[in-house]
Nanobody, 111 residues
Framework: VRLVESGGGLVQPGRSLRLSCAAS????????MAWFRQAAGKGREFVASISRSGGTTLYADSVKGRFTISRDNAKNTVYLQINSLKPEDTAVYYC?????WGQGTQVTVSS
């Protein structure tokens, strides 16, 4: 299983980003997918997950209302739309499937 994240960068507070995670090596549509993040000096924390069909999503309380997880099973890709970015959203964002992880994409929110 290979997971490759993209879409991170340096953005100003209040702006938006869309992260992508391209998956290969497994039956993408058969697996729940998730996003986690890890800020410098802190542990990795759950951000959001999405069921196989996309019909069920879960979010950490800290991101509810600002983050939206979605997936395109035809493209084997899961997305994380991040709106109204805050400095505390600064972290490396990781894509997860079962026990597999991507390499992460850095999101830095700063003016």
């Amino acid at each position: 299983v290979r997971l490759v994240e993209s879409g991170g960068g340096l953005v100003q507070p209040g702006r938006s980003l869309r992260l992508s995670c391209a998956a290969s090596g497994h039956t993408f549509s058969s697996n729940t997918m998730a996003w986690f993040r890890q800020a410098a000096g802190k542990g990795r924390e759950f951000v959001a997950s999405i069921s196989r069909s996309g019909g069920t999503t879960l979010y950490a309380d800290s991101v509810k209302g600002r983050f939206t997880i979605s997936r395109d099973n035809a493209k084997n890709t899961v997305y994380l739309q991040i709106n109204s970015l805050k400095p505390e959203d600064t972290a490396v964002y990781y894509c997860n499937c079962q026990t597999y992880w991507g390499q992460g994409t850095q999101v830095t929110v700063s003016s």
